[in-house]
């Protein structure tokens, strides 16, 4: 399973972006899909997840600013990512929990101030 990310970038703070992840390859049925964020000298994170029945979790740093959402026909997942700043800056994984876990290669978000 392959996880591509799109639309990462720097924005100001305020601004808004919408992260991108969509999964190729020998799939079966994807469980989870999500988004993780690691930030310089910091673990890495928990952002948020969707089930296979549409349960989703956030993190409480995003909770109101923040909306994940999925297409299950086409193994998608979108992070739109409103009022951003400064301490979402991270580079963000998209993760995928099918028989294993997968993950992206990772797309770069900078809120400047």
């Known amino acids: 399973v392959r996880l591509v990310e799109s639309g990462g970038g720097l924005v100001q703070a305020g601004e808004s972006l919408r992260l991108s992840c969509a999964a190729s390859?020998?799939?079966?049925?994807?469980?989870?899909m999500g988004w993780y964020r690691q930030a310089p000298g910091k673990q890495r994170e928990l952002v948020a997840i969707?089930?296979?029945?549409?349960?989703?979790k956030y993190a409480n740093s995003v909770k109101g600013r923040f909306t994940i959402s999925r297409d299950y026909a086409k193994n998608t997942v979108w992070l739109q990512m409103n009022s951003l700043n400064p301490e979402d800056t991270a580079v963000y994984y998209c993760?995928?929990?099918?028989?294993?876990?997968?993950w992206g290669q990772g797309t770069q978000v900078t809120v400047s101030s």
């Open positions: 993760y995928a929990a099918e028989s294993s876990a997968y």
């Open positions: 390859g020998n799939i079966f049925s994807i469980n989870d």
């Open positions: 969707i089930t296979s029945r549409g349960w989703t």
